[in-house]
């Protein structure tokens, strides 16, 4: 059964870069067919997809974030990682990592407990 776990810093300045990892355990990030996304819910709003890396390496990103976003992975740690860049009170949510299969997607079979990001001053 694959865990994910998301870490970082709970609270980021406007105008930083935002920063956290999602550790796997229990499956690799390089077997084929899955993809390992990031998925947020800002308060008293729906789930936003942010963006996928998937088994190959390859990104793909939400175009309303794209220019802010970055997923990365190292495979040594079995960890992928998201960076949000120039961030404001707007993104302030729960951040949660997740693992889909490349056959259904936009479906999620696993899920991190997710992670409170405020942004404030």
């Known amino acids: 059964q694959v865990q994910l776990q998301e870490s970082g810093p709970g609270l980021v300045k406007p105008s930083q870069t935002l920063s956290l990892t999602c550790t796997v355990s229990g499956g690799s990030i390089t077997t084929n067919y899955y993809y390992w996304a990031w998925i947020r819910q800002p308060p008293g709003k729906g789930l936003e997809w942010i963006g996928n890396?998937?088994?190959?390496?390859?990104?793909y990103y939400s175009p309303s974030l794209k220019s802010r976003t970055s997923i990365s992975r190292d495979t040594s740690k079995n960890q992928f990682t998201l960076q949000l860049s120039s961030v404001t009170p707007e993104d302030t949510a729960v951040y949660y990592c997740?693992?889909?299969?490349?056959?259904?997607?936009?479906?999620?079979?696993?899920w991190g407990q997710g992670t409170q990001v405020t942004v404030s001053s």
């Open positions: 890396i998937y088994y190959s390496g390859s990104t």
């Open positions: 997740a693992r889909g299969r490349v056959q259904t997607v936009g479906e999620f079979d696993s």
